[in-house]
């Protein structure tokens, strides 16, 4: 029997790359009627719209989506300025999605507003790339509310990680991270609204790393260890994986396109939380944090992105 997501509105935080993207696919794909899309940061967010109206056009032009389908996706698009917004005159979301900075402080501080704000039965997803979920979903009780209740333990149980990849409207994939408090019924709507912005679904436990980071950054991290030790150049490391294994990008490649940055914290993640030297992270991949070098998005990364 198909679960209904039953999502009509939906809140997205954080209008960067990932957030936008999700906006996009659920507007696009999963016809949802109200998208709300918020940012801290008013140039974010105008900068994310217009780069929605950048992708519909483009899918336009390239006959993927007709002129009456686009229009109607950018008219499900709203913009809020802050979180209270989820309930308000613009509507009460049946589900966020979280994809602000990847800091726990940052999220604990989102879902505790969330859950302040937003009914019992609002699904409340951090699309989180290694923190634990658990720890996220504990965060989402209500101010107010007395340790201990009812409403206490009930309210992390509306909350899991829905994980997209970059760039969402691209890759077909969504992994679900249900936190150890998160109710079976939660993971189901979610799964269908996966599902409903043309995913497929995988599962996986509230581990570091999930199933997808804990395969792709110790990858991504040998890939530098083997450039620091002078085993290949840069070009042929990411040569022997585009040609030899018939990846998309070579694994350097791809370090710049997630962010140096985030492949770093994730590495860290893993690290500290299993204490498992083989995912320490390499020297030269903090060297290069250090440097400020985070890929494609600070320009300077393994390779260089002029500014266009
Ligand atoms: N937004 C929307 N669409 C995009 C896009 C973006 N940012 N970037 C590329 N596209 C679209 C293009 O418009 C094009 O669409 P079309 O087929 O309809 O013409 C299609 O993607 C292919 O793009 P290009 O022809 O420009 O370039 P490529 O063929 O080289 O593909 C790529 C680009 C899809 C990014 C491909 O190189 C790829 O799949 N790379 C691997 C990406 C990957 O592994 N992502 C996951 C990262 S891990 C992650 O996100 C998890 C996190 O927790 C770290």
Same mark, same amino acid.
């Given at each position: 029997? %198909?679960?209904?997501?039953?999502?009509?509105?939906? !809140?997205?935080?954080?209008?960067?790359?990932?957030?936008?993207?999700?906006?996009?696919?659920?507007?696009?794909?999963?016809?949802? *009627?109200?998208?709300? =899309?918020? /940012?801290?940061?008013? !140039?974010?967010?105008?900068?994310?719209?217009?780069?929605?109206?950048?992708? =519909?056009?483009?899918?336009?032009?390239? !006959?993927?989506?007709?002129?009456?389908?686009? /229009?109607?996706?950018?008219?499900?698009?709203?913009?809020?300025? @802050? =979180?209270? /917004?989820?309930?308000?005159?613009?509507?009460?979301?049946?589900?966020?999605?979280?994809?602000?900075?990847?800091? =726990?402080?940052?999220?604990? @501080?989102?879902?505790?507003?969330? +859950?302040?704000?937003? *009914?019992?039965?609002?699904?409340?997803?951090?699309?989180? %790339?290694?923190?634990?979920?658990?720890?996220?979903?504990?965060?989402?009780?209500?101010?107010?509310?007395? $340790? !201990?209740?009812?409403?206490?333990?009930?309210? $992390? +149980?509306?909350?899991?990680?829905?994980?997209?990849? #970059?760039?969402? $409207?691209?890759?077909?994939?969504?992994?679900?991270?249900?936190?150890?408090?998160? +109710? $079976?019924?939660?993971?189901?709507?979610?799964?269908?609204?996966?599902?409903?912005?043309?995913?497929?679904?995988?599962?996986?436990?509230?581990?570091?790393?999930?199933?997808?980071?804990?395969?792709?950054?110790?990858?991504?991290?040998?890939?530098?260890?083997?450039?620091?030790?002078?085993?290949? %150049?840069?070009?042929?490391?990411?040569?022997?994986?585009?040609?030899?294994? #018939?990846?998309?990008?070579?694994?350097?490649?791809?370090?710049?396109?997630?962010?140096?940055?985030?492949?770093?914290?994730?590495?860290?993640?893993?690290?500290?939380?299993?204490?498992?030297?083989?995912?320490? *992270?390499?020297?030269?991949?903090?060297?290069?944090?250090?440097?400020?070098?985070?890929?494609?998005? %600070?320009?300077?990364?393994?390779?260089?992105? *002029? +500014?266009?």
């Amino acid at each position: 029997m %198909s679960v209904a997501h039953g999502v009509k509105t939906l !809140g997205v935080v954080g209008a960067g790359q990932m957030g936008l993207g999700i906006a996009y696919v659920a507007a696009l794909k999963a016809q949802i *009627p109200s998208v709300m =899309l918020c /940012d801290a940061s008013a !140039g974010q967010l105008s900068k994310g719209v217009a780069f929605f109206e950048t992708l =519909l056009k483009k899918d336009v032009a390239k !006959g993927k989506v007709s002129q009456s389908d686009a /229009d109607a996706a950018r008219a499900r698009l709203v913009t809020v300025e @802050k =979180l209270e /917004d989820f309930a308000g005159s613009k509507g009460i979301a049946d589900m966020v999605i979280e994809a602000a900075t990847e800091n =726990l402080a940052v999220k604990q @501080k989102i879902f505790g507003t969330l +859950a302040s704000t937003l *009914p019992l039965e609002t699904i409340l997803a951090t699309n989180t %790339s290694s923190i634990s979920v658990s720890k996220i979903a504990a965060s989402a009780v209500g101010a107010g509310v007395k $340790p !201990g209740s009812e409403e206490a333990w009930k309210s $992390p +149980a509306r909350a899991l990680g829905i994980h997209f990849f #970059n760039p969402v $409207p691209v890759m077909p994939l969504v992994e679900l991270i249900p936190a150890i408090q998160t +109710a $079976p019924e939660v993971v189901d709507r979610s799964r269908a609204f996966a599902q409903a912005c043309g995913k497929e679904v995988t599962t996986s436990k509230d581990v570091p790393g999930f199933v997808s980071n804990r395969l792709l950054m110790p990858f991504i991290n040998e890939a530098v260890m083997a450039l620091e030790k002078g085993i290949a %150049s840069r070009d042929d490391i990411d040569k022997t994986l585009r040609l030899g294994m #018939n990846h998309p990008m070579g694994p350097l490649t791809l370090a710049d396109f997630i962010g140096l940055d985030t492949c770093l914290s994730i590495m860290e993640t893993l690290y500290r939380e299993t204490a498992d030297s083989k995912y320490r *992270p390499a020297v030269l991949l903090g060297r290069m944090v250090d440097a400020g070098w985070f890929g494609k998005k %600070s320009g300077k990364g393994f390779y260089d992105y *002029p +500014a266009k």
